[in-house]
T-cell receptor, first 113, second 111 residues
């Protein structure tokens, strides 16, 4: 069974641009959560999608948004990029909403210059 | 305000000895706790979990202990192996809500 797939693996953008990251969950999983990992803040929850609806949201500005498609694939968008958005963005999938065991992808390393 | 704390950023242990990683939380609504292990350039991997109705859960070399009154949990790895060298994240959840992760502890197991 294929794991969680995130694309792209690496990305370099300039300030002010926008970026879209993609996550394909494990087959059969309907919940997708997004996390930001930075050296100073550790792993921080961004949002969770289940059945194409955002169910939970972390404490991030509105520049961070996402969506989920009917096949459970999810995209995360960050607009008006700032230098501080440079981070590893991780996607996790689980079978149920708020699933207690989430499986993570390898992440997308975003560098904003 | 960190709801989940891992006060030791790093830990070094000799191969074969016990590794003890600690985690403290402040939110008494948390009722499910997990440990994840993360190698460089990889996403976190689920290791072991414990529900608040238990005080101990064991899986092979890994045992998690939960002290609800102290809002403290610990992960014991016995015996430690060099392949256990990684960053370990403690995470807490109010079942059905999002996970809150600690900042992680880097474990180095020395041969």
């Amino acid at each position: 069974k294929a794991g969680v797939t995130q694309t792209p693996r690496y990305l370099i953008k300039t300030r002010g641009q926008q970026v879209t990251l993609s996550c394909s969950p494990i087959s059969g999983h309907r919940s997708v959560s997004w996390y930001q990992q930075t050296p100073g803040q550790g792993l921080q929850f961004l949002f969770e999608y289940f059945s194409e609806t955002q169910r939970n949201k972390g404490n991030f500005p509105g520049r961070f948004s996402g969506r989920q498609f009917s096949n459970s694939r999810s995209e995360m968008n960050v607009s008006t990029l700032e230098l501080g958005d440079s981070a590893l963005y991780l996607c996790a999938s689980s079978f149920a909403q708020g699933g207690t065991e989430a499986f993570f992808g390898q992440g997308t390393r975003l560098t904003v210059v | 305000d960190q709801q989940v704390k891992q006060n030791s950023p790093s830990l070094s242990v000799q191969e074969g000895r016990i590794s003890i990683l600690n985690c403290d939380y402040t939110n008494s609504m948390f009722d499910y706790f997990l440990w994840y292990k993360k190698y460089p350039a990889e996403g976190p991997t689920f290791l072991i979990s414990i529900s608040s109705i238990k005080d101990k859960n064991e899986d092979g070399r890994f045992t998690v202990f939960l002290n609800k009154s102290a809002k403290h949990l610990s992960l014991h790895i016995v015996p430690s192996q060099p392949g256990d060298s990684a960053v370990y994240f403690c995470a807490a959840s109010n079942y059905g809500q999002n996970f809150v992760f600690g900042p992680g502890t880097r474990l180095s197991v020395l041969p």
